[in-house]
């Protein structure tokens, strides 16, 4: 291992990170992150903070969970690879398989196809609520409907679908036969309206209006996200779920529950789509599947999809889909312990109760800081828009929010910053003791980032 210096100095200046200006990450290299125990990380120079961000939205059992640890040395020991192509398989991925179903059964789902993470399970979810309808009789159902604000991974199918202008723009033209809803937003929306419920009526007379247009005999699938994460924390209104399941009902439309974020407890619920009480045609999972410890994903499918595929004669029942790494035997393994740890430790509640605590604590924060122009969340997911003015509603500037998250982290608790928003996504085992300490670091944060504002 090189020293201290070396990594320092070589910071940024041989990887192009993720999400990132390679031109702008080599003139202010990023935080080097170099342990993690319970659910605080430290960083190279011995600054030891609460982990906001949870990983990626991904370590929601925190940095020490031996359990899974164990489970992938132990595997890693007895068969550190073996694949999954059509002739062999491995125990592990038997196993990681009937749990995923057992643990969706409440959702419908009847069958799991494993990925390497996120954007796998989305894209394989497009792809086969494509072939589904192929091998049901009708081929032309290959549109897909998304929600503007969604985030969907960045393979060309799910940034199709992203409704994010940033993560499509340098890489256009996307996917052909993609339609962008508006999002369930409260704070913005075209609607000139707070109200949850009515936008979310809204939206569905535009979903409608729009398969009207199309035909639905043209549309696949309907993607969302239960609550939306990289666009901000957008939190629907309990309606609208139920409202989108209906329509799609009726007009033969499957709907994916793109559950990356909110598939083992985030949001104060096992998954998103049990939070808003509906069943979903297929789901895509990664991220807390396995603590974050590997890579890995799972698409589950509904019971519904099933017989189009097991039962289908010759090569449109055939998945000609899948990768090197599908059902990994150590990935699988820290799932299978991942999945006993999320029961066991009943995290969906704590995030839930923790949550609750959160949000209330924001609310407070924006009582007492004009800066803040939004604050929502559901379970461990919660945000804080920044704002230059209220009224306006104008997003406050990069640099008052760079003042925000570089004083937070000075106090001791890592948050993540996307445009004006404040991401907050901790570790879904943290107690009121982290919640009081992330509330009183963004405290300090919102002074200095309105500091930063007035110029001082
Ligand atoms: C809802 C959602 N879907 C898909 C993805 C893509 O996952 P990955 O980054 O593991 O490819 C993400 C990542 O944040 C996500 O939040």
């Known amino acids: ?13 041989h990887v192009w990170h993720p999400m990132a200006h ?5 003139a202010n290299p990023p935080r080097i992150v170099e342990q993690g125990e319970g659910v605080e990380i430290v960083d190279i120079h011995g600054h030891r903070t609460l982990d906001g961000v949870g990983g990626l939205w991904n370590v929601n059992l925190g940095y020490s969970c031996d359990p899974v640890k164990d489970a992938m040395t132990a595997q890693l020991h007895k068969l550190p690879y073996y694949n999954a192509f059509r002739g062999t398989t491995t125990s592990p991925l038997i196993e990681l398989s009937y749990e995923l179903c057992e643990f969706f059964k409440p959702e419908g789902m009847a069958r799991t196809f494993l990925t390497s993470g996120g954007s796998d399970s989305v894209e394989t979810c497009l792809r086969l609520a494509r072939q589904f309808h192929r091998a049901n009789g009708q081929p032309e159902r290959t549109k897909f409907v998304s929600l503007k604000k969604g985030y969907h991974g960045t393979h060309f199918g799910g940034a199709s679908v992203n409704g994010n202008p940033n993560f499509r723009r340098n890489y256009e033209p996307m996917l052909a036969g993609v339609i962008h809803l508006p999002a369930p937003f409260t704070y913005r ?3 000139d309206t707070d109200d949850g419920a009515i936008i979310a009526r809204k939206i569905g007379a535009a979903f409608e209006e729009e398969i009207a247009f199309h035909g639905a005999d043209t549309i696949a699938a309907l993607i969302m996200e ?14 609208f779920f139920p409202i989108m399941r209906e329509i799609c009902d009726r007009h033969g439309i499957l709907l994916i529950a793109d559950e990356v974020i909110t598939g083992f407890g985030r949001a104060g619920s096992e998954c998103g789509s049990r939070l808003w009480g509906i069943k979903p045609d297929m789901m895509s999972t990664a ?21 189009a595929f097991e039962d289908a ?20 393994a820290a799932a299978l312990a991942t999945l006993a740890e999320v029961k066991r430790l009943d995290v969906a509640a704590n995030a839930a109760a923790r949550g609750e605590e959160l949000l209330a604590g ?11 122009g939004d604050a929502r969340g559901k379970g461990l997911m919660a945000a804080l828009e920044l704002v230059s003015d209220r009224e306006k509603k104008t997003p406050a500037a990069k640099d008052v929010v760079q003042a925000l998250y570089d004083k937070t982290y000075e106090e001791g608790v890592m948050v993540r910053t996307s445009g004006n ?6 570790c879904l085992i943290i107690d009121n003791s982290h919640v009081a300490r992330i509330l009183s670091a963004l405290d300090a944060g919102l002074a200095a980032a309105a500091r930063k504002m007035k110029g001082h």
């Open 313 to 332: 004669k010759g090569p449109v029942g055939t998945i000609s889909h899948g990768y090197t790494y599908s059902g990994h035997p150590i990935g699988a």
């Open 226 to 239: 239960p609550v939306l994460g990289s666009g901000g924390v957008i939190v629907p209104h309990e309606s």
């Open 287 to 307: 991220k807390g599947i396995t603590n974050g410890y590997f890579p890995l994903g799972a698409a589950m499918i509904g019971e519904k999809l099933v017989s």
């Open 421 to 426: 928003n404040v991401i907050i996504s901790p």
């Open 22 to 26: 390679p031109g702008e990450m080599r």
């Open 189 to 191: 929306n075209p609607f």
């Open 362 to 372: 924001l609310h407070e924060l924006a009582s007492r800081h004009e800066i803040v």
């Open 1 to 13: 291992m090189r020293d201290t210096n070396f990594l320092i100095g070589n910071n940024a200046k």
